[in-house]
């Protein structure tokens, strides 16, 4: 039973543009939302996180907007670059973030120069 | 550094060996999880601690694998007569939980990449 669902294993943009990356979930108990970045033979990096409480968060090119009765989420990266290529995963957490991750399968970012 | 480290990087064992897994969270964190990345999927979660207290543990957890963190410091994750199924990438977090309703980000060490022959 797949709580957190990345449907798109991979996505490709150009450099500059935007990059939107998607993200839905099935418990309504979530109430902490998480972007990590991961690149090969590395652990995740977290990126950006949102509470229930908000529907935006913004750090600097990362957005992360949050749709409670969607049940949807997703990252923005403007501009994107080349850096930015590598897989995103969102992850889900009860009780603010303080119990376990739920993680999606993960999206592959290329950003073409 | 003052990251998430966990030792060693990669370990190749035989079906049947036992192997042991160290990780060493972010000084002034009080929780540390371990998770399970296999190929193609996201990490999934194996257990946690709250300083020296394992509060959860998944039903990927065997009986085969056995997790302490004595002292409420470094964690070891061990895994007993090996099976090739246990080939994965054994990742690591830690967390300052605090008192905040929210904010409680997980930091992740490198992994430990391990192949069961």
């Known amino acids: 039973d797949q709580q957190v669902k990345q449907n798109s294993p991979s996505l490709s943009v150009q450099e500059g543009r935007i990059s939107i990356l998607n993200c839905d979930y099935t418990?309504?108990?979530?109430?902490?939302f998480l972007w990590y970045k991961k690149y090969p033979a590395e652990g995740p990096t977290f990126l950006i996180s949102?509470?229930?409480?908000?529907d935006k968060n913004e750090d600097g090119r990362f957005t992360v907007f949050l749709n409670k009765s969607a049940k949807h989420l997703s990252l923005h990266i403007v501009p994107s670059q080349p850096g930015d290529s590598a897989v995103y995963f969102c992850a889900a957490s009860a009780q603010g973030g303080s119990e376990k991750l739920v993680f999606g399968k993960g999206t592959k970012l290329t950003v073409n120069p | 550094d003052t990251g998430v480290s966990q030792n060693p990087r990669h370990k190749i064992t035989k079906r049947g060996q036992n192997v042991t897994f160290r990780c060493d969270p972010i000084s002034e964190h009080n929780r540390l999880y371990w998770y399970r990345q296999t190929l193609g999927q996201g990490p999934e979660f194996l257990t946690y601690f709250q300083n020296e207290a394992q509060l959860e543990k998944s039903r990927l957890l065997s009986d085969r694998f056995s997790a302490e963190r004595p002292k409420g410091s470094f964690s070891t994750l061990e895994i007993q007569r090996t099976e090739q199924g246990d080939s994965a990438m054994y990742l690591c977090?830690?967390?300052?939980?605090?008192?905040?309703?929210?904010?409680?980000?997980?930091?992740f060490g490198p992994g430990t990449r391990l192949t069961v022959l």
């Open positions: 949102i509470s229930s409480i908000k």
């Open positions: 977090a830690s967390s300052l939980a605090s008192l905040a309703r929210w904010g409680d980000e997980q930091f």
């Open positions: 418990n309504s108990m979530f109430d902490y």
